[in-house]
């Protein structure tokens, strides 16, 4: 599997040794062992005792800690290569995935890395093993999406029972223009609620006080009104002239820009929004900034509109990942500039 030099000793890891790793790993998780995103002195002392028993080696801290990272890593590769995807089965002979040509490389361009597992990937087993050591402390942007992409995660969800009476309206059903006042107040109340629930951050419990309802009703209320939201934002986050053929009226107009900027036409920068987070997720979600977050990356124009979002990764995750994630992902339709454009770009 490699060796790893460390103080002049060579760490050699064959398969054997790494399935045992894993599953001492594993059980110091399960021991409670592994606080955050790294083991405890407790915990590294526990592996490095019981991988010496069992195989004889002495490895070191250091050693042991340099295995787990590059495990990480190779973990962290691999599920990018299957990001999105479904129904992938294994190919027992090529001791990888079984999937065409075509699909390799499709999925090599957007992770061009990830090319020596075309030809020797990670087995089922020992991917349920990385599972359980990294799932939870790894950031992995299965949640992110962007508006432009148009694939709402949630439209499955049943949508239906907007009124306490059973209504079964749908929110696109409850707009100004269907017959009865009924029907418009409640599709104001969903818009007000939701709005209430968004901007004030406010629980479940609260809500139900302010809008007499019960929990259930506004919870149906609030992710009819999200799913809503959602669908306009596929329209509202987009460039108004996807040429941009004209010189945004802030440049033009400004001797301080004109002409050093006329060719640019948005900035990007990314932002940290609090997330509420199970406790036992919130390692990814927990940055520089010391608590839960998400990563979001945005592109806004000299009128100051969204043209670009990227929303969900985990607070953990570097800039840079997100913002070469959303390049070479197909499926987010990045915005990229005409020839001859530019855009401003803040990483940190």
């Not at 990385?130 to 439209?155: C, I, K, Y």
């Not at 006329?262 to 987070?277: S, Y």
Request: proline share 4%.
């Amino acid at each position: 599997m490699g060796k790893h030099k460390e103080n002049g000793i060579s760490a050699t890891w064959e398969q054997n040794d790494v399935l045992l790793f894993c599953d001492l790993c594993i059980k110091e998780i399960e021991l409670g062992n592994r606080p955050t995103t790294h083991f405890s002195k407790d915990g590294w002392n526990n592996l490095m005792n019981k991988f010496r028993e069992r195989t004889g080696k002495s490895y070191d801290q250091k050693q042991m800690k340099n295995k787990w990272d590059q495990l990480k890593k190779e973990w962290k590769l691999w599920r990018e290569l299957k990001r999105g995807e479904t129904g992938l089965g294994w190919n027992s002979s090529r001791k990888t995935i079984d999937a065409s040509d075509e699909w390799w490389d499709e999925r090599l361009k957007v992770v061009p890395t990830a090319k020596k597992f075309r030809y020797s990937g990670i087995t089922p087993e020992f991917e349920e093993k990385l599972d359980r050591m990294f799932s939870q402390v790894v950031a992995t942007g299965d949640l992110a999406w962007a508006p432009s992409s148009r694939n709402l995660e949630h439209e499955s969800v049943d949508e239906r029972d907007m009124s306490d009476d059973g209504d079964s309206r749908t929110v696109e059903d409850l707009s100004p223009n269907a017959t009865g006042m009924r029907v418009d107040t409640t599709s104001r109340e969903v818009l007000a609620l939701t709005l209430y629930i968004l901007a004030q951050n406010e629980s479940m419990r609260l809500t139900k006080e302010r809008f007499q309802h019960s929990t259930e009703t506004i919870s149906r209320y609030f992710l009819a009104g999200i799913t809503a939201l959602k669908k306009l934002s596929s329209d509202i986050i987009a460039p108004t002239d996807e040429h941009f053929g004209e010189i945004p009226q802030h440049i033009l107009n400004d001797t301080r820009y004109m002409p050093y900027f006329e060719n640019c036409i948005g900035a990007i920068d990314g932002t940290h929004i609090g997330a509420r987070v199970p406790p036992e997720l919130q390692a990814a979600y927990i940055g520089r900034h010391g608590t839960p977050t998400q990563n979001i990356m945005a592109v806004c124009d000299f009128n100051m509109c969204f043209t670009f979002v990227l929303a969900g990764w985990e607070g953990s995750t570097h800039d840079s990942r997100i913002f070469q994630r959303a390049l070479m992902e197909p499926s987010y339709h990045f915005p990229f500039p005409p020839t001859g454009k530019i855009l401003i770009i803040k990483l940190e």
